[in-house]
T-cell receptor, first 111, second 115 residues
Framework: QQQVKQSPQSLIVQKGGISIINCAYENTAFDYFPWYQQFPGKGPALLIAIRPDVSEKKEGRFTISFNKSAKQFSLHIMDSQPGDSATYFCAASWGAQKLVFGQGTRLTINP | KAGVTQTPRYLIKTRGQQVTLSCSPISGHRSVSWYQQTPGQGLQFLFEYFSETQRNKGNFPGRFSGRQFSNSRSEMNVSTLELGDSALYLC??????????????FGSGTRLTVV
């Protein structure tokens, strides 16, 4: 119940394309769903986050879609750029509790 | 605005030794969490401190411990190091106001290698 399942493990997208990463969770108590971006040698950096009272949140080229009934959420990166090549992690938490992370997706944007 | 600072960036230790890692959170952040990142297990929660009290604890053996000081700086200690403790140890600070979490900011981590 504590798990967050993330897919795919790796993803290759052409420059200008749309990158889509999916996550699923079981614990309905989760109330905070962030996405993190991590470059080699760096810690994860918060990209965008959503709470379950909204179905979509957009910040620039990054959009979270949230489906509460299906217990799924996804990250869409529009107009993907080579600089977006990184590892992306979804996560979930509830209240003041710990973050539970997905296993990560290694995204490669081909120029 | 300074970010989360972790020291040292790299450490090499021998099996059986102990190690202390340090984390300075963003000014004003009273919550500090520690995570272990490995290729096999991903990001796993170690513990969280808030106002000098351990508020949450993950599923790690007692060899892993931590503490937080009055200035919110935190340290984690690993005793009797094992080869499997080799990992990137990440610290994250967060701002909680009236129970609302405004998000976690991670440091760049300490890369620990146990030989």
């Amino acid at each position: 119940q504590q798990q967050v399942k993330q897919s795919p493990q790796s993803l290759i997208v052409q420059k200008g394309g749309i990158s889509i990463i999916n996550c699923a969770y079981e614990n309905t108590a989760f109330d905070y769903f962030p996405w993190y971006q991590q470059f080699p040698g760096k810690g994860p950096a918060l990209l965008i986050a959503i709470r379950p009272d909204v179905s979509e949140k957009k910040e620039g080229r990054f959009t979270i879609s949230f489906n509460k009934s299906a217990k799924q959420f996804s990250l869409h990166i529009m107009d993907s750029q080579p600089g977006d090549s990184a590892t992306y992690f979804c996560a979930a938490s509830w209240g003041a509790q710990k973050l539970v992370f997905g296993q990560g997706t290694r995204l490669t944007i081909n120029p | 605005k300074a970010g989360v600072t972790q020291t040292p960036r790299y450490l090499i230790k021998t099996r059986g030794q102990q190690v202390t890692l340090s984390c300075s959170p963003i000014s004003g952040h009273r919550s500090v969490s520690w995570y272990q990142q490995t290729p096999g297990q991903g990001l796993q929660f170690l513990f969280e401190y808030f106002s000098e009290t351990q508020r949450n604890k993950g599923n790690f053996p007692g060899r892993f411990s931590g503490r937080q000081f009055s200035n919110s700086r935190s340290e984690m200690n690993v005793s009797t190091l094992e080869l499997g403790d080799s990992a990137l140890y990440l610290c994250a600070s967060s701002l909680f106001v009236q129970g609302f979490n405004y998000g976690y900011t991670f440091g760049s981590g300490t890369r620990l290698t146990v030989v």
